[in-house]
């Protein structure tokens, strides 16, 4: 199993550009996820979602949206690049087993927006 | 809201020693307590997960435990080797049916040979 494949590994925008981070997961996992990672904070929540055709906030939403048409495919889309938004982005899925949970996630995507 | 943090952030000690890593969170009433192994420039490698309803769980040299009362949860590696070097992560999966995990900072360990 390829698990959870982020495309590209590498971005370079400039400020104003949108652009889409692709995700997908052969998993059959019905929680995605994505986060931001950046020096001194830590992993942040974007946006996640519950399950096909739905999304919802996570702590840092602002200037990202989601859209999840399929249980394998979750993209996220910069509307319009801010230096701010430079960072390197994580996609996880998980599942519900036993009533607990376990997350498996991507390699990165590291942006830069000059 | 849940925090969650890591404590020491940064960690250096000569191959061979046993130690501890500490992680705290705020809420109790976590679903499960996940700890993540990051190399440089790469994605995160689950470790261990431990169920809110276990006390401690293990993987060959690992051994990770959770206190939920005490909001606590460490991660003790024995006799570590150079090649343990690496950030270590907690993340917390909340009370809802959501797959969201808090995260702590990390904590970057160094094992000197």
């Known amino acids: 199993n390829a698990g959870v494949t982020q495309t590209p590994k590498f971005q370079v925008l400039k400020t104003g550009q949108s652009m889409t981070l692709q995700c997908a997961q052969d998993?059959?996992?019905?929680?995605m996820s994505w986060y931001r990672q950046d020096p001194g904070m830590g992993l942040r929540l974007i946006h996640y979602?519950?399950?096909?055709?739905?999304?919802d906030q996570g702590e840092v939403p602002n200037g990202y949206n989601v859209s999840r048409s399929t249980t394998e495919d979750f993209p996220l889309r910069l509307l319009s690049a801010a230096p701010s938004q430079t960072s390197v982005y994580f996609c996880?899925?998980?599942?519900?087993?036993?009533?607990?949970?376990?997350?498996?996630f991507g390699q990165g995507t590291r942006l830069t927006v000059v | 809201k849940q925090e969650v943090t890591q404590i020491p952030a940064a960690l250096s000690v000569p191959e061979g020693e046993n130690l501890v890593l500490n992680c705290s969170f705020t809420?109790?009433?976590?679903?499960?307590l996940q700890w993540f192994r990051q190399d440089p420039g790469k994605g995160l490698t689950s470790l261990l997960l431990?169920?809110?309803?276990?006390r401690e769980q293990t993987s060959g040299r690992l051994n990770a435990s959770l206190d939920k009362s005490s909001g606590r949860s460490t991660l003790y590696i024995a006799a570590s080797q150079p090649g343990d070097s690496a950030t270590y992560l907690c993340?917390?999966?909340?009370?809802?049916?959501?797959?969201?995990?808090?995260f702590g900072q990390g904590t970057t360990l160094q094992v000197k040979p």
């Open positions: 993340a917390a999966h909340g009370s809802s049916n959501t797959g969201k995990l808090i």
């Open positions: 809420d109790s009433a976590i679903y499960n």
């Open positions: 996880a899925s998980s599942y519900s087993d036993r009533g607990g949970f376990d997350a498996f």
């Open positions: 979602s519950v399950g096909a055709g739905i999304t």
């Open positions: 431990i169920q809110s309803s276990q």
């Open positions: 998993m059959n996992h019905e929680y």
